[in-house]
C-alpha cells in the first residue's frame, strides 16, 4: 500500500465493537441466504412422479400381476435406470447458490478502533473500513475513501474484462458507479480505502444469488408432450384393458361366473401389457443420453439433459460479445505513427508486468516490430505517474543508461493538449482518432519527454512530444461470420447482448455479419423502458450496448413473453439469472464462473460460438428422430391390439400369446432406442425454420398414418393365418407363416419411417451403419432360429417353413409396408 493510503488508514478510527455489533443487528452478516434444500426422500418422489416412471411402474406390476416375473425384474431395471439418471442431474441444479458462498471464504484487512486487524469476510459489516490491496478480492459493496491507481477486473458482474480505475467521486447516473467497488471483484492494481455500505444479499453480488434462487426451471416442450402423450396412451390401453375383459366376460358364458372372471382380468391384462408403450420413457432416455454424449465430443458439456432437444427449438440466441463472438483478446489493429519509435515508447509506457489486457496487447505488438522487451524491462523505472479517471492518463520515467525519459499513454483528449502541437496537425489527429472509434476501436494516444531532469509532481507539468496513436480490438473469432450465416438460415435470430460501448458494439456486429447492427439500445435507454415497451422494441434490435446485470433477466423475459424460444449465452455471476431465466442456459467452460456454469444447462468447453450452433443442429436431429421413433411404436402397436381384439372375435386361436408379445417387445426396443437415434438428418435440416413450440409430436394426420400403416400390417398377417387356418393348416404353421409376416414387417417398417425418401434408399444408406446391419441381422437371426430349431419353435407354437412359404410371408410383409412410400413426396438427405 502506498504512502498516501498508509496516511489516510493511521486517520481513521473505523467502528467500535459496540458500533460493529449494532451494525450486525441492523443489517446483518456478510453472508448469502442459503435455500432450503429438498432431503433425499423427497429429492426420489419427485423424480418418480413423473408420469412417464408411473407409466414403468405399471408396466412392471401388471408382468407380475401375469406372473411374467422376468419381464417385470426388466421392467424395474429400466426404472431404476431412468430415475436414475434424472435423479443425480437434478442434485446438482441447485449448486449455483453453493458457488456464491465461496465469497465468505476470504480474509480481509479492516480498520477497527485505530487499528489495522484481519477478520473473515463473513463479519464485515456496514460502515467498516477495508483496506484493498493489488490481488485482494473485493468482500461487500464499499464507497471509495481513497484510491492509488486502484484499478478493479468487474466483469464477473458486468461481463467486460476491461479494467475500471476508482476515484472518491463520480456525478455519472450509470449502474456501476467509478465510486464504488462491488463484492466478488478484483483487485488487478493500486490500492484503496473502502467503506462499507452493503453486506450479504444486499449487495449486487448478493442480489444477484437471490433472483437466481427465486428462478424456476419449467419443463421443456418435449417433456411437456411427452408427459402428455403418455397419459394419453396410458388410458387408452388401460380402456382396451376394460373393453377387453369385459367382452372376454360376455363372450366366455359358457364358463362358470369365476372362471369368466379370471378369464376376463387376464385377458385384460393381456391386453395391457401388450399395448402399454413402455417403450416411450426408454427411448426419451437413450436419445437425450446420446444426444448429450455426442455434443461432449463437439465440446459441450450438457448439464441438464433434458434440454438437448431443446436446443432444436430455440427461436433466438442472446449472446454477449466478449469471449464468444469474439477472442477475448486485445490485440492492435492499426496505428497512426508520428515518430518511428511508437512500439518501443508504448512498451516503456506500459507496466513491467502487465494485467490490462491491452497493456498485454501493446507489449505483443512491440514483440512483433522488433523490440526486445526482455532488455528494456531490466532498466530502473525511476518515477511512475499512477492512472486516475482524472485526466485518464498514466505515464513512467525510466533511467535508460543514463537518460530519464518519460513514457506517456492515455486518452487523446488528455495527451494532445500536452504537446503543444499546431492546429493543423491536431486536426488530423482528432480526424483519425475518430474514424478508429467509428470502427469499434478503443484509442491510446503515446507521447514522449525526453531528458528528464526535474521531475514534475503532476504528469499534466510536462511538456511531451507527441509519438503516434493506437488503435485496439478485441477481433471476431475464427468461424462466427458463417456461424451467424447459419444460424440466419436456419431461422434463428441472433442478439448480441454486452456491457461494452455501443460503437464498439456495432463494430463488430458489422464485422461478423448480424442481421441489423444499426439499430441500438443502450442500458440506460432501456432502464427507462416499460415492460411493454421494451416487449415492442426487443422484436427489431439485435444489439443492447452497456447492460446492467438485471437488464438480461429483462430481455429474456420481453423475449418469451413474445412467444420466442431464448437461449442465452454468459460467463460472469450477472449472467447467472438470465442463463437460468432462458429455455437454454449456454456457460463458458473456460472463462466462466462457477456460478454460471451450475445455472447453465449447457457449458462450452470451447466457448465458441460455432459450438452453439452445432448444439442447435444437434437438438433437431434428436427431436425429428424421436418423432420418428415414436411413429414406429405407434405403428408396431397397432397390429398388436387389433390382434388381440379381432382375432378372439372371430373365433380363431389366439395368435399373439405372452410369450410372442414378449418376442415383439424385445424387436421394438433395440428398434426404437438404438436404430432411430442413428437415423442420419436430413441435408437441410438448418435451412429450415425452428419448429413451433406448441408442435404437437405426434399431429391429426401422423397418427392417421400411424394407425393405417399398423392396420394394414395386421391386415396381410390376419389374411394369412386366417386363409391357413380355414384351408386346413396347423395351428402351428398358421401362427408360423402369421408371426414371421409381422416379424419382417417390424424389420421393414423402420426403412419406411425413417425418412421423406424411399425405403430402398433408405435401406441402401443403412448398409452403411454397422450398428443398425448387426441388430437387423440379429433379429432376422432369432426369427431363423424360432422358425427352424424344434425346440425353439416347439416353445413358441410354430412350425418350420419352407422357400414358398417364408417367400410368401416376406411378400406380405413388403406388401404391407413399402406400399406406402406411394404417399411420399422425397427429399434430399446427409449420406
Known amino acids: 500500500m502506498d504512502n498516501s493510503t498508509q496516511n489516510l488508514s493511521r486517520n481513521i478510527q473505523g467502528l467500535g465493537e459496540a458500533e460493529v455489533n449494532q451494525s450486525r443487528q441492523t443489517y446483518g452478516t456478510n453472508e448469502l441466504e442459503k435455500k432450503r434444500k429438498l432431503n433425499l426422500v423427497q429429492q426420489v ?14 408396466t412392471a406390476s401388471v408382468y407380475f400381476i401375469l406372473g411374467e416375473f422376468t419381464d417385470g425384474i426388466i421392467m424395474l431395471i429400466l426404472v431404476f435406470f431412468v ?12 449448486k449455483a447458490l453453493e458457488a456464491l458462498d465461496t465469497l465468505s471464504a476470504l480474509n480481509v484487512d479492516v480498520i477497527r478502533d485505530g487499528k489495522r486487524i484481519t477478520i473473515d469476510s463473513k463479519d464485515i459489516v456496514v460502515g467498516d473500513i477495508v483496506l484493498l490491496e493489488e490481488g485482494d478480492k473485493i468482500p461487500a459493496d464499499g464507497k471509495v475513501l481513497e484510491a492509488a491507481g486502484l484499478g478493479v477486473n468487474e466483469s464477473a458482474l458486468t461481463g467486460e474484462s476491461e479494467v475500471v480505475y476508482k476515484k472518491t467521486n463520480d456525478t455519472n447516473s450509470r449502474h456501476f458507479r467509478l465510486n464504488m467497488c462491488y463484492a466478488g471483484c478484483d483487485v488487478t492494481s493500486g490500492s484503496g480505502i473502502i467503506e462499507i455500505t452493503a453486506v450479504g444479499k444486499s449487495t449486487e453480488y448478493g442480489k444477484i444469488g437471490s433472483t437466481l434462487k427465486s428462478i424456476k426451471h419449467t419443463k421443456t416442450p418435449l417433456e411437456k408432450q411427452i408427459n402428455k402423450l403418455v397419459i394419453i396412451c396410458t388410458i387408452i390401453s388401460l380402456s382396451f384393458c376394460l373393453i377387453v375383459a369385459v367382452v372376454n366376460f360376455f363372450y366366455n358364458n359358457g364358463l362358470v361366473f369365476k372362471e369368466r372372471i379370471i378369464q376376463a382380468i387376464l385377458s385384460g391384462l393381456t391386453m395391457a401389457m ?36 431443446t436446443l432444436g427449438a430455440v427461436t433466438v440466441l442472446c449472446t454477449d460479445k466478449t469471449g464468444t463472438l469474439t477472442q477475448n483478446k486485445m490485440t492492435v489493429q492499426d496505428t497512426l505513427t508520428h515518430d518511428i519509435s511508437l512500439p518501443f515508447i508504448a512498451l516503456l509506457a506500459c507496466h513491467k508486468l502487465p494485467y490490462d489486457p491491452m497493456e498485454i496487447a501493446i507489449q505483443e505488438h512491440a514483440a512483433d516490430q522488433g523490440v526486445d522487451i526482455n532488455t528494456y524491462i531490466n532498466y530502473p523505472i525511476t518515477h511512475e505517474y499512477a492512472f486516475n479517471n482524472e485526466d485518464k492518463m498514466m505515464g513512467q520515467i525510466w533511467n535508460l543508461s543514463g ?65 503516434g496513436l493506437i488503435a485496439f480490438a478485441d477481433p471476431p473469432r475464427l468461424g462466427v461470420k458463417k456461424s451467424i450465416a447459419s444460424c440466419h438460415n436456419a431461422g434463428v435470430r441472433v442478439i448480441m447482448i454486452t456491457g461494452d460501448n455501443g460503437n464498439t458494439a456495432a463494430g463488430i456486429a458489422k464485422q461478423i455479419g448480424l442481421s441489423d447492427h444499426t439499430e441500438i439500445i443502450t442500458g440506460a435507454e432501456l432502464e427507462k423502458m416499460s415492460d411493454e415497451e421494451l416487449e415492442k422494441r426487443v422484436q427489431t434490435t439485435d444489439i443492447f450496448a452497456r447492460v446492467y446485470p438485471n437488464h438480461k433477466m429483462r430481455i429474456v423475459k420481453a423475449l418469451q413473453n413474445n412467444h420466442e424460444v431464448v437461449a442465452m449465452t454468459g460467463d460472469g455471476v450477472n449472467d447467472a439469472p438470465a442463463l437460468k431465466k432462458a429455455e437454454i442456459g449456454i456457460a463458458m467452460g473456460e472463462r466462466g464462473t462457477n456460478v454460471a456454469k451450475e445455472a447453465a444447462d449447457l457449458i462450452l ?21 424421436i418423432k420418428k421413433a415414436i411413429e414406429y411404436i405407434l405403428v408396431i402397436h397397432i397390429p398388436i391390439i387389433l390382434a388381440s381384439l379381432i382375432i378372439p372375435l372371430a373365433d ?42 406448441k408442435e404437437s409430436l405426434l399431429d391429426a394426420a401422423t397418427v392417421f398414418k400411424c394407425i ?42 423402420v426403412y419406411v419411417l425413417q425418412s421423406d425418401d424411399y425405403a430402398i434408399k433408405n435401406f441402401i444408406v443403412d448398409l452403411k451403419d454397422k450398428v443398425i446391419v448387426i441388430i437387423n441381422s440379429v433379429i432376422i437371426g432369432v426369427l431363423m432360429l424360432l422358425i427352424y430349431v424344434p425346440f425353439l419353435n416347439h416353445l413358441v407354437g410354430m412350425a418350420p417353413l419352407d422357400a414358398i412359404e417364408l417367400l410368401a410371408a416376406l411378400s406380405l410383409a413388403l406388401l404391407s409396408t413399402f406400399v406406402f412410400d406411394l404417399l411420399k413426396k422425397p427429399r434430399g438427405r446427409r449420406n
Request: charged content about 15%; hydrophobic content about 45%.
Open 45 to 58: 418422489l419427485h423424480v418418480l412422479a413423473e408420469p412417464m416412471f408411473i407409466l414403468l411402474l405399471i
Open 83 to 94: 430415475s436414475g439418471i434424472e435423479f443425480f442431474q437434478g442434485r446438482k441444479t441447485d
Open 274 to 309: 401388450a399395448t402399454i408403450p413402455e417403450e416411450i420413457p426408454v427411448v426419451l432416455t437413450v436419445f437425450l443420453a446420446m444426444g448429450a454424449w455426442k455434443l461432449a465430443k463437439k465440446h459441450a458439456l450438457t448439464r441438464n439433459m433434458k434440454t438437448v432437444e
Open 403 to 467: 537518460n530519464q525519459i518519460l513514457c506517456a499513454k492515455g486518452a487523446y483528449e488528455s495527451i494532445l493538449p500536452l504537446c503543444h502541437l499546431d492546429q493543423s496537425t491536431q486536426t488530423e489527429i482528432i480526424k483519425q482518432a475518430n474514424d478508429f472509434s467509428s470502427h469499434g476501436y478503443r484509442v491510446l494516444a503515446v507521447a514522449k519527454r525526453e531528458g528528464v531532469n526535474k521531475i514534475p509532481e503532476n504528469l499534466g507539468q510536462n511538456e511531451l512530444t507527441f509519438v
Open 605 to 625: 468447453l470451447d466457448d465458441n460460438f460455432s459450438t452453439i450452433v452445432a448444439a442447435i443442429e444437434n437438438g433437431r436431429v434428436i427431436y425429428d428422430n
Open 652 to 693: 380363431l386361436p389366439l395368435l399373439l400369446l405372452p410369450i410372442h408379445v414378449v418376442l415383439l417387445e424385445l424387436i421394438i426396443d433395440p428398434t426404437s432406442s438404438i436404430i432411430f437415434q442413428r437415423i442420419q438428418p436430413d441435408e437441410n435440416i438448418m435451412n429450415e425454420p425452428p419448429r413451433p413450440l
Open 708 to 749: 393405417l400403416q399398423g392396420s394394414a400390417m395386421f391386415g396381410v398377417t390376419f389374411v394369412a393365418y386366417f386363409y391357413l387356418l380355414k384351408t386346413g393348416a396347423t395351428g402351428n404353421l398358421a401362427t408360423s407363416v402369421a408371426f414371421t409376416t409381422l416379424i419382417l414387417a417390424n424389420v421393414l417398417v
